[in-house]
């Protein structure tokens, strides 16, 4: 059976069909247009499907991987940063306009998961897969198997409380990671400082900004903070960066040796290692459901 993955993301969906051993058939990327709302989102999906289906020589199996999860309690979306998925029955709307059984989760589960499965945490137990991009995410695989935990939260370490009454989070509460290490924070942020409006690429390139310094030691505090703080609870063989942010080369020394610092720990030596799937985890993880 061959297999189709989409990943729905907050400004593109891919989709990819693979044969049963994940080898590439053929891919698109489409832009989201989440502003055109959650009914175009399904037309789009719907029109994707059909054309990677018409590719396949044999029956497929359909896995999505969307910003936030499942409420256990209604099966409905919850704690997506693209909102207008939030309290939407994405699971079974696909399903009656696809006619095919859908498999679908979160989207750093599906990232945490790929790379566990087929990339760089082939060989670990436990390993904490991040996502910094648009948002902050993160998912926990323990022994080849996506950690849900009690309630479907598992692994959502960028809405933990990284300064109390710090910025405003859509979310409802203060101070949440991903208001202080996403790329659009870490770009408000260059602006506050600068009076830049600049990517995040474009930022990395201005080391003789004379604001350059506190932009960065900003972050990487936060940075530091946040993922130690997960190193103190998980305690995982290996953690693996993936979005956009990930692409910041010191991260890997100077970002590591920060987390390092903070870690309630006389030995500390767990990897911090980039994916090695890049921007295409998401599909991989969501063949693999």
Known sequence: MNKIGIDLGGTKIEGILTDENYQTITRKRIPTNQGNGYNSILKLIENLV?????????????????????????????NSNTQCLIGKDLQNDL???????VSIENDANC???AEAKLGAGKNSNLVFGVIMGTGVGGGIIIDGKIHHGRTNIAGEWGHHCLHNEGNNCYCGNKGCVETYIS???????????????????EIIKNLDNPNFDTWKNTFLENFGLALANVVDILDPDMIILGGGVSNIDFLYDEGKNVVYDKVFSDIIDTPIVKNQLGDSAGVFGACLL
């Open 111 to 113: 990232f945490a998961f």
């Open 183 to 201: 790329g659009p924070a870490l770009e408000k942020n260059w602006h506050q400082l600068s009076g830049l409006n600049q990517s995040l690429p």
């Open 95 to 101: 399903k009656n306009i696809l006619d095919y059984p």
């Open 50 to 78: 059909l054309e990677l289906t018409q590719e396949s020589n044999q029956n497929v199996s359909i896995g999505i991987c969307t910003p936030g999860a499942l409420s256990l309690n209604s099966g409905l979306i919850k």
